[in-house]
Every structure is written in C-alpha cells, then in structure tokens.
C-alpha cells in the first residue's frame, strides 16, 4: 500500500530526478520496494498536493492573519517534501543504531560457542542463527555465500559493516584469526575480540553524549524555557498594542514549536551510535496475550475522571487538557504496561545469567550431573533467573527430559523469554555438559563474558542517563510545572491590566488551552527523544514512557495552575 502510494504521488512531480547514493543504500538496507526515484519524485508530489491545499486556506484567513498563514504554509510545504526525501535516510540510521547495539551479543555469541568448539564456523553459524535483527541476518548472508569455500563468512561480514562500526571489524577479523591459532593464543585472541567491540561501543557512546550537550542545552533553551518564560508576557504585549492574538499563540505553540521539537528530536535520535534493542516481544506472548483492551477503558475512566477533577480545580477551560493528557497516557501506559513487565523480567533474567554460569560451572567441574547442578543454582540464586533453573530442574526430574529439552524445548522453561543472550546461553550449557569433563571450566569462562557484556550496558546506561534523565523530567515534571505558574501568572497580569489601562486581553482559558496542549506535545517529543536515545524507538516502551510522562505532565500542570493561582 506504501509503494503504491509513492508511486501515485510521483506522478506529480514536475521534473525528473538524480537520487544520492545516500538515498539509494538507505532504502536497500530497510528492504524498500520503493525505488530512490519513486521516492524523490513522490516528495516532490506530496509538494504539490500540500501546496494546492495551502493556498485556498490562506486566502480565506483574515488580513492580519494571512501573512502568518502563508509563513506557516510555506515552511509546512518545504517540510513536507525534505521529510519524504530524508525520512528512508533517519528510518535506515535508526534501524542501524539498534544493530550495531546487538553487536557485543553477536560477537560474544560466536566466542562463548568458540570456548566450546574451537572451529570458527560453527561458532560463526551459532551466533547468526541464535540472533535477530539486521546483524544476525547480514551475518546469516555472508555464512550462506561462504558454504563451501575456505572461511566462516566473516571477512565479508567485516567489510560490510566497517563503514559503520569499525571496532566490529576488528573484532570479526581476531575472531577468524583465533580460530586457527592454538589453544594459548586462541584465548588471548577470543578476548581481544570481544574487547576490542565492548570498546568501540563504549568510546562511541561518550563521543555521542560529549557531543550531544550543546544541541540538547539549545533545545532546552529555545525549545521549552524561552517558550515558556514568553506566555507570562502576553498581557502585557496586547496591553502595550502589540498583534498578538489567540489564533497566533495556538499556530506558535501548536504547531509551528512542536514541528521544530519534532525535527530537532529526529536529528538528535539519527545521530546515536548505537542503541541496545530490547528484546522482541509483543501481545502475542502468552503473559499478554488478552490484556491489551484493558488500555482504552482504563483510559475512557481517567479522562472523566480528569474533567471533573480539572473542573473543580481549575476551571471549565482545563477540561480538554485534563480529558486528552489523563485519557490518553493512562490509555498508553495501561496499554504497554503488561509488555514492559514482561520486558523487566527478562532483563532481571540477563542480569542473573552470570551468576548462574558461575555457580553451574563450578558445580559440573566439581563432578555433579547437569540436573542436580540445575536444582543446587536454582536454590542458590534468587529472583527470576533462580525460578528458571528451578523450573527446568523439575521438568528434568518429572518428565524425565534432558537438560536441553527443559531449557530450551518447545515447551522448555525459555519457551516464553525471547532473548537471545538467555536462549544461546542456555543452548551454550546443554552444549558444554555433553563435550565432556571440561565442560565446567567453558561453562565458568561464560560467566566472564557474560559480565563483560553487562558492564558494558550498565556503563552506557550510566552515561546517557545524564542526557535522558533530564529529559523525560523536563517533559514529565519541570515543563508542566513552569507552565502552569507562567498562566496563573498571565491570568494575574491580565486582571491587574484590567483594572488599569490595559485593553483586548486574550482570556486565561484559550492561553490555558494552547499552552496546556503545548505541554502536552513538549511531554510527549521529549519522552520519545529519551526513550529512543535510549534504547533506539521500541514502540512498546515507548508507548508506556509516554503514557506516564502525559499523565504526569497532565496533574503537574493543573496543579501548577492551582497552587500558582492561589499564591498571586
């Protein structure tokens, strides 16, 4: 339907067109139908068909009006026309953000399958077929070319991807390299591998935040305190004779600010180096599965419950902002939250994969069976790693299955965590115990790696939180919270003006809407900003982030609008 589309909308353009080799990679590396032609042509239509509907709105608008409205339309049209052009580009530097994010996994993948079978080719196909997304699948091209001829694949894998993340080259090609080497060399050379990308992610993380701190302070600054500080002024500009009228404030907060919030927020996300992907998941998994339509009667209930509490504290013109900030965040949030709490569990699973190695590596090596290795680990760990092993430790010892079969059957204890890292890992173990004795010391070297891993994340996460704490508090608390004291603050301007000299006044309530709803759309942008800065534009945790972030925005400025109202 989207090809189509583009090919229909090309057919108005009025001129013939080169696409950049930029354009054209962007759209092979998300598997368009479309081709860089169609897509430049269908901008340029999209071009022409806004313009046709621009013009006969501007002409109808009043005088004073229409020289803004032409300012609006102008720069709408132009938009319009880069978004189709540029949007395969940001679309194709997002989707690249989240592989590269998975390439410390992949690597780690291949070297943990290494420490059990030296032969590069193996290790090689393991860690393609146990992962997902762009890498696994680029990996899982370069292995099928390579069937049959000398080599694993990895060398081309590297050349495709240097461009990109040239620590993962390094680490493809010590990774080929270890596989022929001997058994002291070849450890040597699987940890400078996985070394070697674990710093490459690390180095371009800081760059990125080191980078990011003037344009994210200028979006502060002229996104969100500027805008803000300016509603406290409109009083007096009307009293002093200034054109500010409420069709003006609405086109400027409504529209033309958010748009610009909306470009800067894009510009920032296609600049992330790398962002960790969450792991695949959706409402088809049996533990969401029939709870997805709690979302909107939950949302329906928190907006009537938003009108009569904004009513009664604010006033009639707080409704709207109440009934669409409450309704929909509680909506999302209640929507995505069975998601996310899956998505909590899985991630307490990860972080408990080191451990569990440790303890069964040391169990094995010490002489006990895999099952009764299982059962010990379980009892040992806490929290929701230990209820997986305990949970494969009795299917073993009631059903009578393997180790493999109850960790990773179709009816496994993993059948329901769709993560890679515990999926390979578990497979990784089954695979271990059945080499033999020194199945323990390879079990214990996983457990490293795996540590490895995690402080890798852990590290990223501490270093973006400096970025993205500060914004989800902007848009959720800090935002509102100005927002709401800067119209209680116009409110008493315009009543003390009233009083004096001052005339033609714009009401509190149409000031209260467009800033409310300005808000709103700041709380939601900033949001998405920090989630995708994150952990790239995962629809599930981003829904849930900002259904809270709206529902907070939401109270934090009508309480704002109260408590600031009272004081004046």
Do not use: K
Not at 65 to 77: D, K, N, S, T
Not at 94 to 110: K, N, Q, V
Not at 508 to 516: C, I, M, N, P, R
Not at 522 to 532: D, E, K, P, Y
Request: include cysteine; glycine fraction near 12%.
């Amino acid at each position: 339907m989207l090809t189509a589309t583009l090919r229909g909308l090309a057919r108005l353009a009025p001129t013939d067109v080169e696409p950049s080799e930029e354009l054209t990679r962007a759209l092979a590396f998300v598997d368009a139908n479309a081709s860089p032609g169609t897509v430049l042509q269908a901008g340029y239509g999209v071009g022409v068909l806004l313009g046709l509907a621009v013009i006969p709105l501007v002409l109808v608008l009043p005088p004073p009006h229409r020289r803004l409205g032409a300012v609006l339309g102008i720069a709408a049209v132009l938009g319009a026309v880069h978004l189709v052009h540029r949007g395969p580009v940001a679309l194709a530097a997002l989707a690249r953000s989240r592989a590269l994010g998975a390439a410390p996994d992949l690597i780690g993948r291949a070297i943990l399958r290494m420490r059990v079978d030296p032969a590069p080719e193996a290790a090689v196909a393991f860690a393609a077929d146990t992962g997902t997304g762009p890498l696994a699948a680029s990996l899982r091209r370069h292995v099928r070319r390579s069937a049959g001829d000398p080599g694993s694949g990895l060398d081309g894998f590297a050349r495709e991807w240097r461009p990109w993340f040239p620590a993962l080259a390094r680490a493809s090609h010590l990774l080929a390299a270890a596989g022929s080497a001997g058994p002291a060399r070849r450890d040597r050379a699987l940890a400078r591998s996985l070394e070697s990308v674990l710093e490459g992610t690390s180095e371009r993380l800081q760059a990125f935040v080191t980078d990011m701190g003037g344009p994210i302070t200028a979006l502060y600054a002229f996104g969100v305190l500027l805008p803000l500080a300016l509603v406290g002024v409109v009083p007096g500009a009307r009293a002093a004779g200034l054109p500010v009228s409420l069709p003006a404030i609405v086109a400027l907060y409504d529209v033309a600010l958010p748009a610009v919030l909306l470009a800067a927020a894009g510009w920032l996300l296609v600049r992330r180096p790398v962002a960790f992907p969450a792991p695949p998941l959706d409402h088809s998994h049996p533990d969401v599965e029939g709870r997805w339509w709690f979302g909107p009667p939950a949302g329906v209930g928190a907006a009537a419950v938003g009108a009569i509490v904004a009513h009664r504290l604010v006033g009639v013109w707080a409704i709207p902002v109440a009934v669409l900030g409450a309704g929909v965040g509680v909506g999302l949030a209640v929507h995505y939250r069975p998601v996310v709490a899956v998505r909590e569990e899985i991630r307490e699973i990860e972080a408990g994969l080191p451990d569990a190695c440790y303890l069964l590596g040391r169990r094995i090596d010490d002489g006990d069976s895999v099952e009764r290795a299982l059962a010990l680990t379980a009892e040992a760990l806490p929290g929701a790693t230990g209820e997986v092993l305990g949970d494969a430790a009795r299917r073993c010892r009631v059903l009578g299955v393997g180790p493999a079969e109850a960790l990773v059957g179709e009816r496994g204890a993993l059948a329901t965590v769709p993560s890679p890292r515990v999926r390979s890992t578990a497979q990784l173990l089954t695979l271990a115990t059945a080499e033999g004795t020194p199945a323990g010391q390879a079990i214990v070297a996983m457990a490293g790696h795996l540590e490895d891993l995690e402080a890798v994340e852990r590290e990223a996460r501490h270093s973006l939180a400096r970025v993205t704490g500060t914004l989800r508090s902007t848009g959720a608390v800090f935002g509102p919270l100005v927002a709401g004291a800067t119209i209680a603050l116009a409110d008493g301007m315009a009543g003390f003006d009233a009083g004096t000299e001052a005339v033609g006044t714009i009401s509190t309530g149409g000031l209260g809407v467009a800033v409310g709803v300005y808000v709103l759309l700041l709380s939601v942008v900033l949001t998405t900003l920090a989630t995708g800065i994150d952990h790239g534009l995962d629809r599930s945790l981003t829904g849930y982030r900002v259904g809270l972030a709206l529902t907070s925005a939401t109270a934090t400025f009508l309480l704002a609008v109260r408590g600031a109202g009272v004081l004046i």
